[in-house]
């Protein structure tokens, strides 16, 4: 059974910085992928960024790109969502989630899923 704990989601003014927490048990930190999704009210659940463990590095949709940063740490079986620059529209519910492909970016590629952190930006 795979658990995900995602925390660090909060309230914060535009401009400002968040990082979310994604603590990952029951799969072994090296297989496949990781990813971050988030929705907004009314809005479907979208893909944020993931993170590859073949080749141990990072993808993002266009919107979060140059402002998030997406990294983890192995010891601690955990990933980590770094958010700059935050705007308004980055306003939603985050979720961790974990996948037996390579590069996965669609809802259903993923087969895992945390509960998920509230991030409030107000402008």
């Known amino acids: 059974q795979v658990q995900l704990v995602e925390s660090g989601g909060g309230s914060v003014q535009a401009g400002g910085s968040l990082t979310l927490s994604c603590v990952a048990n029951?799969?072994?930190?090296?297989?496949?992928?990781m990813g971050w999704f988030r929705q907004a009210l009314g809005k479907e659940r979208e893909f944020v960024a993931g993170?590859?463990?073949?080749?141990?590095?990072?993808y993002y949709s266009e919107s979060v790109k140059d402002r998030f940063i997406i990294s983890r740490d192995s010891a601690k079986n955990t990933l980590y969502l770094q958010m700059n620059s935050l705007k308004p529209e980055d306003t939603a519910v985050y979720y961790c989630a974990t996948s037996l492909k390579l590069s996965p970016s669609k809802v259903n590629e993923f087969d895992y899923w945390g509960q998920g952190t509230q991030v409030s930006v107000s402008s």
């Open positions: 993170f590859r463990y073949f080749g141990n590095s990072g």
């Open positions: 029951g799969r072994p930190f090296n297989r496949g992928a």
